[in-house]
């Protein structure tokens, strides 16, 4: 007898499916993904890689993926500010239209 597991949901898919849905215009009871604190947004994904910017609290980013991580703690994003790397310790969902 085999025991059914529970399905794991992909984070890389949930990722480029909510991506899809910020790039199309979020509609109100959406997700979307904001960072939890200040955080800076660098041009790579180690700790010395510049700032390309500093994110404030709450800034919204569209995920591209973790093409080229060398770990799952990091997401490449695109930000109002640019594009660059965050932890992914720095970022949560909330419905689109919250403050």
Not at 40 to 65: I, K, N, Y
Not at 71 to 97: D, F, H, I, M
Request: aromatic share 6%; glycine share 10%; hydrophobic share 35%.
């Amino acid at each position: 007898m085999t025991s059914a597991r529970p399905r794991k949901r992909s984070p890389v898919l949930w990722a480029i499916v909510t991506a899809g849905a910020l790039l199309a215009g979020c509609q109100e009871g959406e997700k979307v993904f904001v960072t939890t604190a200040d955080v800076d947004l660098r041009s790579g994904q180690e700790d010395d890689s510049s700032v390309v910017a500093r994110l404030p609290e709450g800034t919204p980013v569209v995920p591209a993926g973790q093409v080229g991580s060398h770990c799952n703690s990091c997401w490449k994003v695109s930000t109002p500010q640019g594009t660059g790397w965050v932890y992914t310790r720095y970022l949560t969902t909330r419905e689109a239209g919250e403050p």
